[in-house]
């Protein structure tokens, strides 16, 4: 109810598709053609569990080859626990749902060399015909078009320190307001202002959970000293939550904050000093807008001879992990 008018119809052209013709294949978006994996494309068709998964964070979040190698694995906790992985990324002005192998290698290959792609990003990716990773924004969109409600990411934006001045407020944050997909990632980095991210969900309508916790997770770390006031404790209590959003019709998206496994939230201090040292040198020189998260992620990997980066992989795999099992749920209970 609250896309803009294009969207609205765009979904529910590909809702048509995909419903009563599922033999017309790509589907099309007001007339842009649109590629469904065959696997993502069965097993909506059939009801069957997917989880849609970004690809920034392959692009832009993480160096090669560990990059491809934590795609490849995530999507492989996907499978085993019983969900279909559908990583999304726009290739030659194609918004694709779905990967095969060879897709992924070229995205991760490309890395930087996409575009990253938000929301804004969208129409113009499409129409140059270029190559995009999608941000959470931008992913959220088109899992919702297809009709895939739960969506897992390592971190989302948010609103930046010094937001209040530079308006630097993450689109991740507006789409939760507007589109109705579950996003579980495990909470935002300290590289933001956490406080003002969750005032700024809560102006937009966003239900935000925290995962078998009552603090809300700073993703390297488990504690950020910000309370949420509604907790999960399963996957059944998250697909029940999701499920009544859905059914209500509120048009938002709810997030799922999951904290990064105990075993690997030990070297929170180190990364929180790089990440005071990447912040300042991000003033030096002046790198803002887009370019911020990108930099500060590169940078902190640095600073912390690969400590975040091997923080980051854990939580990623996590989150796949609680993932696949809230589809699973949600699909059990609307049965
Ligand atoms: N936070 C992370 N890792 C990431 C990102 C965010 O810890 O890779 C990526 C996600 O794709 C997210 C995007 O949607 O950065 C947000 O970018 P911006 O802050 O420019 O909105
Ligand atoms: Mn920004």
Avoid: W
Wanted: hydrophobic share 40%; net charge neutral.
């Amino acid at each position: 109810p609250n896309s803009p008018p294009l969207i609205a119809m765009a979904s529910t052209v590909v809702s048509r598709l995909s419903n009563l013709n599922r033999h017309l294949y790509p589907p099309k978006i007001g007339g842009f053609a649109m590629k469904v994996s065959p696997e993502v494309d069965e097993a909506l068709s059939r009801g069957e569990p997917v989880v849609a998964l970004e690809s920034t964070i392959i692009s832009h979040g993480m160096p090669f080859p560990h990059n491809l190698e934590t795609a490849k694995e995530v999507e492989a906790i996907v499978r085993n626990n019983g969900a279909v992985p559908a990583t999304i990324a726009i290739l030659d002005g194609v918004p694709c749902i779905g990967l095969s192998l060879e897709e992924l290698e070229r995205l991760a290959t490309l890395g930087t060399r996409a575009k990253k792609t938000a929301r804004r990003d969208i129409a113009h990716v499409v129409a140059s015909r270029g190559n995009g990773a999608t941000t959470v924004s931008a992913s959220m969109i088109f899992a919702s078009m297809v009709g895939i409600p739960v969506f897992v990411t390592g971190g989302i934006g948010g609103v930046h320190r010094h937001g209040e001045t530079t308006m630097d407020i993450s689109s991740d944050l507006t789409e939760l307001g507007r589109t109705p997909v579950a996003v579980i990632s495990a909470g935002v980095k300290s590289i933001l202002d956490i406080p003002r991210t969750l005032e700024y969900l809560e102006t937009q309508g966003v239900c935000v959970a925290t995962y078998m916790t009552n603090e809300f997770p700073a993703f390297f770390t488990e504690k950020s000293g910000c309370k949420v006031n509604c907790r999960v404790d399963s996957p059944e209590d998250c697909a029940r939550l999701i499920d009544a959003n859905i059914q209500l019709k509120l048009g938002t998206g709810t997030l799922i904050a999951v904290p990064i496994p105990k075993e690997h939230a030990a070297s929170g201090n180190v990364i929180e000093f790089a990440i005071q040292t990447a912040l300042r040198e991000a003033r030096e020189k002046n790198v803002t807008g887009c370019a911020e998260t990108p930099f500060l992620l590169a940078r902190v990997n640095e600073l912390t001879e690969g400590a975040s980066l091997a923080s980051n992989i854990a939580l990623v795999k996590n989150n796949a992990l609680v993932g696949a099992k809230i589809a699973a749920a949600l699909t059990q209970l609307r049965k």
